[in-house]
């Protein structure tokens, strides 16, 4: 299975949530914070199905961090492999991805899912359709990690992130100092950065 039989991807954010509840949603994977409650924007939502997980938006350790493991990526994969069975009996289906800013957890989320779906892709054709879907996308490097070693990528989905993060840096220099500031300064020691002309 292809995504080109995926019509509709979305990745957002908590503050977006409510922006699509009337977009027939039919599949919602929700990544949040440890202990925090279920969104109420769902409750407008029509019926869907949901896969909730809780893990920190994280690559170090730290006090209360719980970090990305590689059985939330496993249970990532399982949701995209029951999104693709209903898709191919419904022939039809609305992907939602969020966590808290809809720039990190859910886009490695969607990577993880876009490889799965259509595994013959290359990971710069991956990351272009990541970035078609979410510009701002910055995906957690521990998750992706992950998704490299579960999905058989060896290595070149991490190096294709790598590429990804010197493009958004080339675009948005100031990128360094935040993620810096979030505990995310070996992200932007990775970065690639494009060759100029």
Known sequence: MTTKLLPDLTICGLDELGDHS????????????????????????????????????????????????????EEILAFGANFQRDLAARGEGHLLIHCHAGISRS???????????DPEATEER?????????????????????????????GRLTEALRRHYGRRLALRPE???????????????MAVMPETP
């Open 175 to 189: 990128l360094a100092d935040v993620m810096a500031g979030l505990n995310r300064a070996r992200e932007v020691e």
């Open 107 to 117: 886009t490695a989320a969607m990577t993880t899912l876009l490889v799965q779906a």
């Open 22 to 73: 009337a977009r027939a949603v039919t599949h919602v994977l929700s990544i949040l914070d440890p202990n925090w409650p279920e969104p109420e924007a769902f409750f407008a939502y029509d019926p869907h199905h949901r896969t909730e997980m809780h893990f920190t938006d994280a690559i170090e350790p730290g006090p209360a961090i719980v970090l990305p493991q590689a059985h939330h990526v």
């Open 126 to 154: 991956i990351f272009e359709r990541l970035v078609a879907i979410r510009p701002k996308a910055w995906p957690n490097s521990r998750m992706i990690g992950f998704a490299d070693d579960l999905l058989g990528r060896g």
